[in-house]
């Protein structure tokens, strides 16, 4: 094994020239590339990785024809080797190799016959493709049991990304941020590749790119919904796993990162020597000048390099022990709480340090406006060994004061893979979750699967039981219906069962618990009967999301009847199964969804009794006045404890626009209509009697905003001052599985 001393500043290991002059002292600060002129003058790039056990660290510059320098970086401070070459420019690739202790008894896996990528690299070009030699350890040793103990002394180079200089040249002067109030958000959630891939109106070139995402044309759809933030599926660069690439698949979702810092490539017009950061940069800026938030989804909870014989591409070479959870009682293995192959311990400084500089850069270099945490609970893990989740982390604690991460918008998905990793409810202030329980209670609900209506009521109010507790608001909970990740609108109503075939894994991939009804016909159907039914139940599942208090997520497409044949996993589908098919929007029905979902976006804008802040109270805000909430059975009369309990898939619920606790900005209290929402899983139709005074008084009289059974009626008074035609009863016939909102104007002054 090579020391330190053993090494040879500057030469190539084929003997070949220098391509730049020996490496000046530099400085340790910032981590990763900095283009920048020095004290003396001189234009270059310093260089600077944090690898506190090893012994030698070169860099690894390659030339167009990807020819490779090695330069000796000699100036270690504070665990950081650091170097300032003149005269190397942005654009220019580089990796490093880093010396060390091979010892996997004791989590010491340093090769130097590894390139690795700069965990700060804020631009990769090319990706990694599936080989042996990219593994630190043999691979196909014949003794399988001990593989992940033979060093591999193959040069994996070949097989690997590199890291990009980029150059610094953006100062955000025309960017001008939303700044959309949590009450008021209505995310969107959306691949950059597959919502742009298949778009008529988007240039050819552009489709698949953040500069797709940026022309008007996709950004006129969003702006049409009335959606406030796009949540992006990962961007950060990612890789495909060995068993993918074997079956000629990618991993089209992204839950694979390799680069923090650096935009994927694969989503870029402008190319992987650098344009790809400052396209990515245009696109942010364009949606902001919509008013339109962009929320990363991020995946700190685990890296692509797998387990121990998985790819060595980055932090698994520069430092495994202290990236990585190991065992205590096996530091040869990975902790892993992610179903990944390993899990990242945040419980380090320099853990900690790579997440949070993570964040703030691409908060405050690269415009964005919060995130969404991937398997968070694996990022709170307490203890030597991992068990339990910790909400005093250092993590949390690390993002709850950092001046400028705690002012974006922070979403856990609040659970992972590992014993008591379900943590819903758990986190703390400061961030939002999503909120599970309200998918599968929607979810039951309209599918006939609940015997009461118990859980229902407390997701549509905001799930007080969950969030009230430690000063959080309802808009703590992020309701969805759909993800990324199952059964899109249109297949949870078409499909009983999981259709993964495509994927290559015999259908054993994907979740078994879809709470799903295929309304009597598995998949499409000429069927008229069955066909109508599921487009009111589509009408139902989005109306009771954007009706719901808390903070509604859509899924990119599910507005237009989006399919995927039933497959409810596919991540691996980089194809017309992920990519939206715009033209649906052709269909009448599914034009019609689509216009009703913006409509009652529109109505949730128009009427803060729909997006309130504060929980419920269930009582008079003022001596003698209404209740800010009350729920009714089909009689008219307010629900008691008994009826909560009593089998039934029918009830009311009533927001009071004259008793809510807000104020306005001029510290006024706030005042709104009053809404009804009348729900009916069951297959009859049910004659609900309406409440009366003092509820509605007869010169406030009901009138119908939305009939889910009649969707004609969607246009009624959504948002202008015209509030809909009276009804001339006492009572309503409620449709079997259909959905009413009624509206109470309030008194005129």
Known sequence: MASGQELEAGVRPDGGPHTAEPPRPGSRQPLGARFHTDRTGLPGTNFALWAAGAEAVELCLFDDGDRESRHRLTEQDCQVWHGFLPGVPPGTRYGFRVHGRWDPWTGARWNPAKLLLDPYARAVDGCYTSHDA?????????????????????DSAPYVPRAVVVHDDDDWYDDHRPKTPWAETVLYELHVRGFTMRHPDIPPHLRGTYAGLAHPAAIAHLTRLGVTAVELLPVHQHASEDHLQARGLVNYWGYNTVGYFAPHAGYSASGSRGGQVGEFKRMVRALHAAGIEVILDVVFNHTAEGGALGPTLSLRGIDNAAYYRLPPNHPRGYADYTGCGNTLDTRHPQVIRLVTDSLRYWVAEMGVDGFRFDLAAALARGGPG???????????????QDPLLSRVKLIAEPWDVGPGGYQVGGFPPLWAEWN???????????????????ELGYRLS???????????????????????????????VSYDRKHNEANGEANRDGTEDNRSWNHGAEGETADPAVNALRLRQLRNLTATLLLSAGVPMLTAGDEMGRTQGGNNNAYCQDNEVSWL???????????????????????????????????????ATTPGGQPDLAWFTPL????TEADWFAPTACLGMLLSGSAMSERDDAGRPLRDDSFLLLLNAGHRAVVFTL?????????????????TADPGTAVAGTAGPDPGEPHPRGTVVLGGRSLQLLRSPAPRA
Do not use: I
């Open 581 to 619: 098919d715009w033209s649906l929007l052709a269909e009448p029905g599914w034009r019609e969804l689509c216009e009703l979902t913006a409509r009652l976006v529109r109505l949730r804008r128009a009427h803060p009794v729909l997006r309130q802040r504060a929980f419920f109270s269930g009582r």
């Open 134 to 154: 990219a593994c630190a350890a043999v691979r196909n040793w014949p003794e399988a049991d001990v593989a992940d103990t033979v060093r591999d002394n193959r």
């Open 386 to 400: 991992g068990d339990g989740v910790d909400m005093d982390h250092p993590f949390l604690a690390a993002v709850a």
């Open 691 to 707: 409440p009366g005074e003092p509820w509605a008084a007869p010169e406030a009289a009901y009138r119908t905003v939305l009939d």
């Open 436 to 454: 599970d329980k309200y998918r599968d209670a929607v979810r039951d609900f309209w599918r006939g699967a609940r015997p009461d209506v118990r």
């Open 462 to 492: 905001g799930s007080s039981d969950l969030y009230q507790r430690g000063g959080r608001r309802p808009y703590a909970s992020v309701n969805y219906v759909t993800a990324h990740d199952g059964f899109t609108l249109r297949d949870l």
């Open 636 to 639: 008219g009369k307010e629900m």
